[in-house]
């Protein structure tokens, strides 16, 4: 079965400092993987997803991530935090079953942004 | 822009009762989703619905929970009689069609059983 695995429940970093939010997957078949985030009061915002085309995914707000099908990773960058980034950030996994294609979490990163 | 909407965004209820956490999803999509977070937990899949009935439901979703579509706009979940660990905050997410599509995730309403 597809699952997620996010290592590190909080990061912190200084503003203008890489953000590294880190996600490992387990899947026996190509995965479909995607970040989203949480700010907060507010549902789920998706970032970016990957879909089995480009490995270097770009996403808003000036996320990225790289599929790395030898690591089985899926980490999320971005080369400078600004304060604004300070929320709650999920990986996830689609699990095929069916059209309904139902995501499966991790158990989420949350990031702070000092000053 | 089109943005899913829930109501409400707290309810706090007594063991035993009823709930019904509402839900409007976009309006053309297909696929509509309920999914709950535990404080400090996972988000964790509870049901997939389409074409007026449940595509999908996990173990967690049993004999208590039921969702329903009325009125061709409203998506609702009901708990029919809350336990203590029916506290959770409660998504409602939908997508307009198959299998890779986004889905659009609602801003949840966070359910109290005291």
């Known amino acids: 079965a597809q699952s997620v695995t996010q290592l590190g429940s909080h990061v912190s970093v200084s503003e203008g400092a890489l953000v590294l939010l880190r996600c490992n997957y387990s899947s026996s078949v190509p995965p479909y993987l995607f970040w989203y985030v949480q700010y907060p009061n507010q549902g789920l915002q998706l970032l970016l997803k990957?879909?089995?085309?480009?490995?270097l995914v770009k996403g808003i707000n000036g996320f990225e991530a790289e599929f790395k099908k030898s690591e089985t990773s899926f980490h999320l960058t971005k080369p400078s935090a600004h304060m604004s980034d300070a929320a709650e950030y999920f990986c996830a996994v689609i699990v095929n079953t069916g059209t309904a294609s139902k995501l499966t979490f991790g158990t989420g990163t949350r990031l702070q942004v000092t000053l | 822009e089109p943005e899913v909407t829930q109501t409400p965004s707290h309810q706090v209820t007594q063991m035993g009762q009823e709930v019904i956490l509402r839900c409007v999803p976009i309006?053309?999509?297909?696929?509509f989703y309920w999914y709950r977070q535990i404080l400090g937990q996972k988000v964790e899949f509870l049901v997939s619905f389409y074409n007026n009935e449940i595509s999908e439901k996990s173990e967690i979703f049993d004999d208590q929970f039921s969702v329903e579509r009325p009125d061709g706009s409203n998506f609702t979940l009901k708990i029919r009689s809350t336990k203590l660990e029916d506290s959770a905050m409660y998504f409602c997410?939908?997508?307009?069609?198959?299998?890779?599509?986004?889905?659009?995730f609602g801003p949840g309403t966070r359910l109290t059983v005291l």
């Open positions: 990957y879909t089995s085309a480009a490995t």
């Open positions: 309006s053309n999509h297909l696929y």
């Open positions: 997410a939908s997508k307009v069609g198959l299998a890779l599509n986004e889905q659009f």
